[in-house]
């Protein structure tokens, strides 16, 4: 027997919840009971949909990424590239790169919890980099072979930097990278 379906804005007011009180207060400082207070949601009606705080942050996380940050579409690998790098980059100076680092964390130390953040995340904004380079593909643009190890030289450097330099996440060095994939897509 099918129970009632989920309601879409207590969704919605624990994201946004978990949202302000990660930057407010930090990883560390979000617990279950924070984000019932804070959301005005029940903390039952939040362990019905995550089993632990580092589930609720990352399902925030992921519907923000899917939200707002874009598969640029500019009909040129580099601009493409560049786009999505820049906002990405933009985006690892605040919250997203508070909560990012964080869920890295736990993932280090869950081997589910990292298979959950590479399904509910991770796989998503691959998935972005997979459509500009199928369509750079599509215009001659692409020789390499292998689309994941271009992914992987998209997403390394900036989960390196994330975690050690976070400083370094500039548009410059969005170009830089950018560039630098460009010449290894070439590469046959």
Request: glycine share 8%; hydrophobic share 45%; charged share 30%.
């Amino acid at each position: 027997m099918a129970g009632r379906p989920r309601d879409p804005s207590v969704d919605d007011a624990i994201r946004r919840a978990t949202l302000e009180l990660v930057e407010r207060e930090g990883y560390r400082g979000v617990s279950m009971e924070g984000i019932a207070a804070c959301s005005g949601v029940s903390k039952q009606a939040i362990y019905r949909r995550y089993s632990s705080k580092g589930e609720v942050i990352l399902d925030a996380l992921a519907f923000y990424a899917r939200k707002n940050l874009p598969t640029p579409d500019t009909g040129d690998l580099r601009e493409d590239l560049l786009t999505l790098l820049e906002e990405t980059f933009a985006g690892q100076h605040g919250i997203n790169g508070v909560l990012n680092r964080a869920l890295a964390a736990e993932a280090l130390q869950d081997e589910g919890f990292a298979m959950l953040l590479t399904e509910r995340h991770i796989r998503h904004r691959r998935d972005a980099v997979r459509e500009i380079i199928g369509r750079a593909r599509e215009r001659g643009e692409v020789a390499h072979p292998d689309d994941d190890f271009l992914i992987d030289l998209v997403f390394g450097p900036m989960w390196y930097a994330l975690l050690f330099d976070v400083g370094k996440l500039t548009d410059r060095y969005a170009a830089a990278l950018a560039d630098a994939v460009v010449a290894a897509a070439r590469m046959s």
